[in-house]
Structures are given as C-alpha cells and as structure tokens.
C-alpha cells in the first residue's frame, strides 16, 4: 500500500460497538500509512481516536492478530475525563481495553502531576510504579512526594499510595507507608494527615484522623490519639446537615491516664469524657406556617472533668475553655405581633466534686407581644410573660412566673421638634421555692408599677457634604407602690437567706437621666463620628450623681478610633475604660488598645484589669505574610497572653508557623484544689495544594 495524504480508518467491531473478548473500535489518520494483511503502521502527524479518547503519536504499529496497538515517540493523550498523559511508548490491547506506558508523565484536571517509570491502565483504573507527583512548576518544584507503586481511579478521582515520602526541595519531611487522597475538591474517606507535638509533661503527641465522608450531607471523623508518657485515647465526631437550614456536629470523646501519671500529677480521676452537640436550625416548622418565622439553636458540652477539653488538638464551638462549662438550647418562634421562646441552661462547674449544688435554668419560657397601639395611636402597649426554673438536687429551687406591662404615651410638640411620653410599667411575680425542708415560706408574691416621663428630640440637619443627627433626651423614673406577701423581701431573705442567689425584686430609685447621642455621616451616609454621653442623678442618694459615661468613636478613612469611658464623681476616679484605635489597608494591620476596671464597691477601690492588647498583620507580599499579638497586665507587669506567627503561600504549597502562650484551666486535684496554667505551644502546618496538609502542635 503506498502514501495516503490522510489515513486510513479501521473498524474493528460492528458498527462501533463491543462485546466480551472483541476489540474497542479504532480510527488511526496519519500522513502515511502502510500495511500488511496482520499489521498496520502509520507516521507522520499519527492521530488515533479510541473510546473517548484522543492521542497523538510520531509512529503507530497495529497487530490484528495480537490486536495491540502501539504508539511510539512523544506520544500525548486527551480524555479520561479530563486527564492528560504524555509518554515515549504506549501500548493498547483493544481486545482487554488495558493500556501499558513507559515513563509516563500524567496530569488531571486540577493540576496534579505525576511521572512515573511504568504504568498501566484498565477501565480507567491506573496502576503506577516507582513515580514523582506534585502541583507545582514541573520544571523547579517546590514540593514533591515520591512512592514505590501507587494506584489511581480516574472516574472517582482517588489516589492510593504505598511507601510515600514528602519532600520540601530536595529534604525529606514526612514518611508514611500508606495515603490515600483525592484529587478534586470533593471530601472523600481516607486517613487524614497526621497531628503531631511533644510536651515535657506527656511525651510526643500523636494524633491520626480518619475521615469517613458518608454521603454528601454527613461524615465521621475518628481522631485516635497517643501521648507516649501519659496514656492513650480519642475522639470522634459527626457532623452532618438535615436540611438546607440546618447543620450540626456530635462529638464524643474519652482518654484514661496511666496510673504512674495520675499519681505524679495528684489527679482526682484517671478517666477523661464527655459529649458535645452543636446545632443551628431556621424554619424548623415555619416553613409549613405562613407568616411565622422560627429557629432552634444547641450547644451542649457534657464532660466530667476539663481535660476532655484540653485533650482535643481541634475543638468544636464552646463558650470557652474555663472551668464553669455551660449548654444551651434556645428555640424561638415568632410573626409580627407575638414573640415566643424556651431557653434551657446547664452548668457544669469542674472544680467541685459533684455537681449536685450547682444551679440549672431548666427551662425558662417567655411569651411577649410587640408594641401595639392602646386605643389611640400614641396611646401603646407591650406584655412580657416569662417563667423560669431554677433547679438543682442538693439546695433550695424556684419556680418563677413574672408579667411586664408597660404602657406609653407620647405626644409631640412645635413640629416634631420636641416629643413627650408618659409611661406606667407594672409588674406581677410569683415564686415558689421547694427541696429545702428548713424555709419558713415556701413561696412569695411581688407587685410593684413605676412611673416614667420623658422628652427627647430627633433633629437631622445637613452641613455641606455631611449629614448630622443629635438626639437629647431627659428621663425621670419615679418608684410607685409595691405589695410583698407572706412578708417584706428583705426579711423573707432574713429568715431564709439561701434564697438570695435565686432572685431580686424591689423598686428603682428615683432618678433623672440626661442622655445626648449624636452621628456624623458623610454624602454616602457612612458613618464618620458617633457619641453617646449619658448622666444619672439620685436625689434620695447621700451622693447622688451617678458615674459619667461617655463613648465616642471617630471613623477617619482607613483609621478608627474608639473610647468608652466611665467616670466615678464621688472618688474622682475613673472606674472603668476601654480604648483601642486600629488601622487597615490592602498591605498591614494593626489594632492597639487598652482595658482599664475598678471594683468600686470595694473600699480599697482594687484593679481588676489594666491590660494593653496588641495585634497586626503585615502582607509582605501576597505570599508571605507575618501576623501576632499580645495581652499586656500593666498590674503584674507580664505578658499574659500572645502569639506571633508567619504564612508562605504559593500556588500549589504553603506553611505557616505559630507560637502561642495561653492560659488553661486544669483539673481539679485529689485534693480539691484547681488552678490555670501557662501553656505553650509551637505549631507548623503545612499545605500542599490542592489536596492535603498536615502540621504539628508543640506545647
């Protein structure tokens, strides 16, 4: 046969199609081609088109008898969705649809390179031998990972490797003798990579979590972890997501301590567990009630003793890691006239032995109706109702029922320019105490009103390019009546005085309040300047001015400036005071300030806080950047609290480094006594794009 200018094309199976132990269909073109009765070869511009894929080849030999089709010389390959090879041999049987290749450089669609000795393909399945993989610039790259043999599905995009070293240039920084990963971005079961550390007190640290991506709205991750001078234990959590408005995470955990461990720590318990559960959930029944809208929220930490919180290297959303650990479940449900909520409460206070005495809100209830109009349309009104249950099993309990009604009327003067209300707010409370066999009375009723005038103003005028709004107000609050049964409050608390840590009622003083807020907009009404200065007098007080408080924040392009001062006029002293100003722009950031409190009502008038807090981020380039901050004590002149850390990204790797000093709280020990300790840590993390990273913790 002699020189075609186009090919030739071949039909190895009816009309395209296959069936078991017959070739796949192919179509060869080439400049030239030649042939025998048994084989094939073509050259020049060689193009051959099989299954869904397109490869371009210098030479291809085909032998009907073997029915092996091989490509030779810089040979590349388009398709198996969305993969790319290039080989210098390649060799098809079209009867197994199985594919071998010489040192093969393979791509996919997400950048992930791998070259490989030798390789084999089967249904899409990659077999591969001794092979170099990575994301980065094939020519230089940055990271590597190397293995002896590795295996690849295509179609779900997976990678399982076997005898893998990670190396950062040429330095080897991680071993592993199995990973498995994918290679897109869709979350996919395997080992995660490994958490590791090292503390004086426990040894080297190592934690490996194992994901299980169970279905598209849920997955289990089991955190087993080892530290080699105190014990071993784990943690597992799920976390799923039940509808489109609804997610939520369950975590249980438990790790027991060596007896050599507890005794040289004088630790109570050798046994650390507990569960937490976290949901957050909108329209869990007003989506089948028009008009309503309602929401469920949960955040539940059961533990029976801190360390199940130390213990964990990533921890769920809590509400701090302190020794009085608190749940709550909150539901709402509401339209525009009614309001109505549950609210539960649990503590767990880790520093007593048992939690027995400690006081749970369990439940509290409120129904409220909105501000709606009381026969005329200045003429207004509200209702709150609200009960509540204070429970415990050792100590007195309240059952308490309480209704809020205030009324308000309001007029308005010389155009808008001057308003008055007049308001009444009454009140009814029930409580009812038990499990306590030494009270006197067992219940108690308060109803009391309060009188309220006020005139206040809303004035907006325009300056030029700026827009501003000043709102003065004057407030009286004037006691009323009250009526105490069985007896007057404070000497049921006289008589039974265990009752004080569960409530308080009484009437206000008498006072008068001068408030003037006033905001700064520009054209665009952002806002520039904000005050808010507020003044209280007690005339039945032997002193009867109240502290001076006053906040004010300046917004000054990429500047801002903020204080919120309070002012104590009998010991001229400042009580308490908050600044900060901070700065932020495309390249740095950085926010100073300062936290200042008195406790007034102590006679020695004792510094609770004076801290300077510190913190900033420069962007040194948009790969390397250099962040930090600390918690100054001006009274103990020491850092209590910093961290300063560095990142380094590029396209397809980046680290970062940290190092942290915080304050834990600890155990209480065998013999009742609990305290907080100064922890250090040191942690690297590394992430090599776009599939994996893994870093260290170091206490």
Request: aromatic share 16%; net charge negative.
């Amino acid at each position: 046969m002699g020189k075609r200018l186009f090919g030739i094309l071949l039909l190895l199976c009816c009309n395209g199609m296959s069936y078991a132990g017959e070739s796949r269909a192919v179509e060869v073109t080439a400049k030239e081609v030649a042939g025998t009765a048994d084989t094939i070869d073509a050259k020049g511009g060689v193009v051959v088109y099989y299954e869904d894929t397109v490869l371009h080849a210098d030479r291809a030999h085909y032998d009907k008898r073997t029915h092996l089709l091989t490509l030779e010389g810089h040979v590349e390959t388009i398709g198996f969705h969305g993969s790319k090879e290039q080989t210098e041999y390649l060799q098809i049987d079209t009867r197994q649809n199985h594919v071998s290749f010489k040192e093969l450089f393979f791509s996919n669609e997400n950048d992930i390179w791998l070259v490989s000795e030798e390789a084999n393909r089967s249904e899409g399945n990659y077999s591969f031998g001794r092979s170099v993989l990575s994301s980065c610039d094939v020519e230089d790259p940055i990271w590597t990972m190397r293995f002896k043999k590795a295996e690849y599905d295509s179609q779900a995009q997976y990678m399982k490797l076997y005898d893998a070293k990670i190396y950062f240039d040429d330095m080897p920084i991680f071993y592993t003798p199995y990973l498995a990963f994918s290679t897109n971005s869709e979350r996919t079961s395997g080992l995660l990579f490994p958490i590791f550390g090292y503390t004086g007190n426990e040894g080297f640290i190592y934690e490996q979590p194992i994901y299980w991506a169970i279905d598209e709205s849920m997955d289990l991750e089991f955190n087993p972890q080892i530290r080699t001078d105190r014990s071993v234990g784990g943690y597992m959590t799920f976390r799923f997501a039940d509808s489109p408005n609804s997610s939520g995470a369950l975590r249980i955990g438990y790790f027991k301590d060596r007896t050599s461990y507890v005794e040289e720590n004088n630790l109570p318990e050798s046994e650390h567990y507990g569960l937490e559960f976290l949901y957050d959930a909108s329209e869990v029944i007003s989506d089948s009630f028009e008009g309503y809208r309602d929401g469920l929220y949960a955040n539940v930490t059961l533990l029976n003793d801190i360390d199940y919180l130390n213990l964990q290297k990533t921890t769920l959303e809590h509400f701090g890691q302190v020794p009085l650990q608190e749940s709550r479940l909150n539901y709402y449900i509401t339209d525009d006239t009614w309001y109505g909520a549950m609210y539960a409460k649990y503590f767990i206070d880790t520093r007593l032995s048992d939690n027995d005495a400690t006081i749970q809100t369990l439940p509290e209830l409120q129904l409220h109706r909105y501000v709606d109009r009381l026969f005329w349309d200045n003429l207004t009104y509200s209702l709150d109702i609200k009960t509540r249950r204070l429970d415990r099993r050792e100590g007195t309990t309240l059952n308490q029922v309480e209704l809020r009604v205030p009324v308000e009327f309001t007029m308005a003067f010389w155009d808008d320019y001057l308003n008055l209300s007049l308001g009444e707010s009454l009140y009814f409370g029930r409580f009812f105490f038990g499990n306590d066999n030494t009270l006197v009375h067992d219940y108690f009723q308060y109803n009391s009103n309060v009188h309220t005038a006020k005139l206040f103003s809303d004035l907006t005028k325009r300056y030029g390019s700026f827009v501003h709004v000043l709102q003065p107000s004057l407030s009286y609050v004037k006691p009323g009546n009250e009526s105490q049964k069985p007896v007057a409050f404070e000497r049921m608390l006289t008589q039974q005085p265990q009752v004080r840590e569960l409530f308080s009622v009484g009437l206000p003083e008498e006072q008068f309040s001068l408030a003037i807020n006033q905001y700064v907009y520009d054209e665009a009404m952002h806002l520039i300047f904000f005050q808010r200065l507020s003044q209280s007098y007690y005339p039945q007080r032997d002193y009867a001015y109240s502290e001076l408080n006053n906040e004010m924040q300046f917004n000054w392009n990429r500047w801002r400036f903020y204080n919120n001062l309070h002012y104590n006029y009998e010991y001229d002293k400042v009580s308490e005071s908050s600044s900060y100003v901070t700065y932020k722009d495309d390249t740095y950031s950085f926010g100073i300030g300062h936290s200042f409190k008195r406790d007034m009502l102590l006679a020695e008038h004792n510094i609770t806080a004076n801290d300077i807090n510190f913190d900033f981020r420069y962007d040194y380039s948009e790969r390397v950047a250099v962040y930090g901050g600390l918690t100054y004590n001006l009274e103990d002149h020491a850092g209590t609290l910093w961290h300063f850390g560095t990142a380094y990204k590029r396209d397809c790797w980046s680290v970062s480094a940290q190092v942290n000093a915080d304050i834990l709280p600890r155990p209480t020990d065998a013999d009742g006594n609990s305290d907080a300790t100064q922890e250090y840590s040191f942690m690297v993390l590394f992430s090599f794009i776009p599939f994996a990273s893994f870093g260290s913790d170091q206490p």
